[in-house]
């Protein structure tokens, strides 16, 4: 039997030459930084070219300078010289029956990052980026928690995982009306707020009039609760807030949401009601796991009342979403409606949030990169041989 070793990761990573900036990961003001310091544009011009180079990045999706058509050719020929456009590898894409989608994208050797996307969410749909590779906050009911943190993301790598969503979604140029992709929601891997710079550069990239045109208020930035970085997400950001609580009580938190023993649910309720811009018109979205027989009690759902007297805030139910070697089971759902029906009396909406996209993994708290996960590639030739062997009468798993 001959055994072949994988080392592609390894031999990528040395032989991959240096890449070029990508520009679409670039701010207005960067981009107009970036044209002057390259002497590719006079100063008097930069900004106007700036603009030029921003539509038809983020307007028109284009990937390619030499279709960029009131740009002369001389300077789309150095732009091309000098940056990149182009869109990460998308290794693997999944539908669920329910219509969510799910890509696997490398951005590059070993960095992959899941992103979903579910229709009929928001104004029309939403999608669920990833703001790092892995995780650090080891949360025990979610899948994500369970992979090491890579490293963060960079704004270019959080925006295209916008951009590979248009292009499959068909949404190019950038649609004023009948959206399908309406909303942003930073709630997939990684803490958003340990990566504050590439996220708020991200979404001003996103929420730019002139481009993607993704409304502020249609963004919402997850956080389980990093409180130093709450202010500076509302000043920088101005996108709605919502925060990973799960538990009413300091002693189940900690264990659910280990970052709780650095900053308590007392500090991180000051910290949520002087966020800026917080009011009844911008309320802060509680997201809370349902898990059976550990915080699905009336007796939690009144705590939870109590807990947030005052808050402008609403509450998201979410049924517990299973995992491989997941310790959890979901609450039943009498038990979650009962949980509902208390929170609505006291005033709160607090819709039960449907699940969608288990079947491919894509559901709330579900998702892991596949630098953790065996690769798809690899998982795809290992079944081409085993068919192979089998026709051949022999197994080639058989270590004789």
């Known amino acids: 039997m001959t055994i072949t070793l994988d080392l592609s990761r390894s031999r990528d990573a040395a032989a991959t030459p240096a890449r070029r900036p990508n520009l679409t ?3 207005r003001p960067a981009l107009v930084a970036a044209l002057e310091a390259g002497g590719l544009v006079q100063a008097g011009k930069a900004k106007m070219r700036a603009s030029q180079l921003w539509r038809w990045m983020h307007h028109y999706g284009v990937t390619d300078f030499a279709l960029m058509t009131d740009v002369a050719k001389e300077l789309r020929a150095a732009l091309s010289d000098a940056y990149d456009l182009s869109r990460p590898e998308v290794v693997e894409r999944q539908v ?4 969510t989608r799910k890509w696997l ?7 992959e990052v ?15 980026v990833s703001s790092q590779v892995g995780c650090t906050l080891n949360c025990t009911f979610c899948h994500t928690g369970t992979q090491p943190l890579v490293r963060n993301l960079t704004a270019a790598e959080i925006v295209a995982q916008v951009q590979v969503a248009r292009d499959e979604l068909g949404e190019w140029p950038s649609p004023k009306e009948d959206r399908r992709l309406s909303n942003i929601v930073f709630m997939g891997m990684g803490e958003p707020l340990y990566n504050l710079d590439g996220v708020a550069d991200a979404i001003d990239i996103i929420a730019d009039n002139e481009g993607i045109a993704i409304s502020r208020r249609r963004i919402t930035v997850s956080t389980s609760g990093v409180i130093p970085e709450l202010k500076a997400l509302g000043e920088r950001t101005q996108a ?24 308590p649910i007392a500090e991180l309720l000051a910290g949520i009601r002087a966020y800026p811009g917080l009011s009844n018109a911008r309320r802060v979205t509680f ?3 349902m898990l059976k027989g550990v915080n699905d009690s009336q007796a939690e759902a009144r705590a939870l009342v109590n807990l947030l007297a005052g808050v402008p805030a609403k509450i998201n139910l979410i049924p517990f979403n299973p995992w491989p070697g997941s310790p959890y089971v979901c609450s039943d759902w009498g038990a979650i409606e009962g949980f509902a029906a208390i929170l609505n009396r006291a005033g709160y909406a607090s819709p039960i949030r449907t699940p969608r996209g288990r079947d491919i993994l894509a ?3 579900q998702l892991k990169s596949e630098s953790e996960k065996e690769r798809a590639s690899v998982r795809r030739a290992r079944e081409r041989v085993v068919v192979a062997g089998d026709s051949a009468g022999t197994d080639p798993r058989d270590p004789d």
């Open 25 to 27: 990961g670039l701010t």
């Open 96 to 99: 669920s029956v329910d219509g």
């Open 105 to 111: 994208i490398r951005m590059a050797p070993g960095i």
């Open 114 to 128: 899941e992103t979903v996307y579910i229709p009929d969410v928001g104004r029309s749909g939403a999608l669920c």
């Open 240 to 263: 709605m807030l919502a925060i990973s609580l799960h538990a009413t009580n300091d002693a189940l938190r900690d264990e659910l949401v280990p970052i709780n023993r650095k900053y």
């Open 287 to 289: 997201e809370y796991v």
């Open 363 to 365: 559901a709330c708290g």
